[in-house]
């Protein structure tokens, strides 16, 4: 999966109409940023160091993210901070 294709997949859970932005390494990291130019992240290896496999999706984990962020933007508007509690 792309930077781009995980983009839009947040874009569609959030809902609205949310402009994805490309911005440059240069501009983000500098000019003397390097990067690899294509990951591809092996689970089974990942499962095979950690001893565990992972137990949510991917949206699933956006999920509970989008919903992370929802609630401590409420908490922000109310004055308090994303953790406190009533």
Not at 17 to 30: K, L, N, Q
Not at 51 to 70: F, Q, V
């Amino acid at each position: 999966m792309s930077i781009r294709q995980l983009a839009k997949r947040v874009v569609a859970k959030v809902g609205g109409e949310i402009p994805i932005e490309h911005i440059a390494y240069s501009e983000a990291y500098g000019e003397d940023f390097e990067d690899i130019q294509r990951r591809v992240p092996e689970v089974d290896k990942l499962k095979q160091a950690i001893g565990s496999k992972p137990s949510m999706t991917l949206d699933e984990i956006l999920d509970d993210i989008i919903a992370w962020r929802r609630l401590a933007g409420l908490a922000e508007m109310r004055g308090r901070s994303p953790g406190e509690r009533v």
